[in-house]
């Protein structure tokens, strides 16, 4: 069994506050990581507020902003989310949003 890249740590008010290892390859986030926070998240308990903390996170593939996407629009709030990261998140929300408009067309 391999180690995870994230932890997690109780918060107040009863949120899981989910944070990247600073030891294991810190600062990234590409597929295979989104695949194992993915894993991770389905294994929350559902009346828990989670929280990922992405304080140390610098870069990010395509696959780990649509991720962060889909965190945001399932209610999972980004606490310390880099102002590029964040701006490609708007970007990708936009393109997913006109995606589905001209399928439905």
Do not use: H
Not at 56 to 85: G, M, S, W
Not at 87 to 97: A, D, Q, S
């Amino acid at each position: 069994m391999f180690d995870s890249p994230f932890q997690e740590r109780a918060d107040v008010k009863d949120s899981k506050v989910i944070e990247r290892r600073g030891d294991l390859d810190a600062g990234r986030m590409n597929a295979e990581e989104v695949a194992e926070m993915e894993a991770l998240l389905r294994s929350e308990a559902v009346n828990r507020e989670v929280v990922l903390d992405l304080k140390d996170l610098t870069l990010v593939d395509r696959d780990a902003v649509r991720f962060l996407e889909r965190c945001e629009a399932e209610t999972i709030k980004l606490k310390n989310c880099p102002a590029y990261i964040r701006e490609w998140i708007t970007r990708e929300r936009g393109v997913l949003k006109a995606q589905r408009t001209n399928e439905k067309e």
